[in-house]
Nanobody, 124 residues
Framework: QVQLVESGGGLVQAGESLRLSCVAS????????MGWFRQAPGKEREFIAT????????YYVDSVKGRFTVSRDNDKNTGYLQMNSLKSEDTGVYYC?????????????????WGQGTQVTVSS
C-alpha cells in the first residue's frame, strides 16, 4: 500500500490560486496512476483530474479544464494540482488517490490508496 498526504489547502478569495501537493510514502508511486477528487458538503465525491504514471497523459472534468493542472514529480514521490481562477463552487475537501496501473483513471472505486484530504474554501 501507498500512504498519501495532501497539503496546500486553505481559504482563498474567488479568482485566486492554490497548489495542492500529494506526497507518497514510497517510490512505487512512480508506477501508479494518480487522481484528484473533490467532495463538497452534502455531495458525493467527484472526479477532478488524473495523470498517468509517466506524467504524459492527463484528463480533467469539464468544470476545471483550463483552470486546473495536474502534474507529478516521480523523483520526489509527489503529485500536484495547480488550481487557478478558483470559484466558490470549487470549495470542498480534495483527495488524492493512486493505483498501480498504466493509463488514467476517472472512477473513484478503481483507486486503491487514498489520502486524508485537504480543505479548500473559496469565498466569493
Amino acid at each position: 500500500q501507498v500512504q498519501l498526504v495532501e497539503s496546500g489547502g486553505g481559504l482563498v478569495q474567488a479568482g485566486e490560486s492554490l497548489r495542492l501537493s500529494c506526497v507518497a510514502s514510497t517510490s512505487i508511486f512512480s508506477i501508479n496512476a494518480m487522481g484528484w477528487f473533490r467532495q463538497a458538503p452534502g455531495k458525493e465525491r467527484e472526479f477532478i483530474a488524473t495523470i498517468d504514471r509517466s506524467g504524459s497523459s492527463t484528463y480533467y472534468v469539464d468544470s476545471v479544464k483550463g483552470r486546473f493542472t495536474v502534474s507529478r514529480d516521480n523523483d520526489k514521490n509527489t503529485g500536484y494540482l495547480q488550481m487557478n481562477s478558483l470559484k466558490s463552487e470549487d470549495t470542498g475537501v480534495y483527495y488524492c488517490a493512486v493505483r498501480p496501473t498504466s493509463g488514467v483513471l476517472t472512477v473513484a472505486s478503481l483507486y486503491r490508496d487514498w489520502g486524508q484530504g485537504t480543505q479548500v474554501t473559496v469565498s466569493s
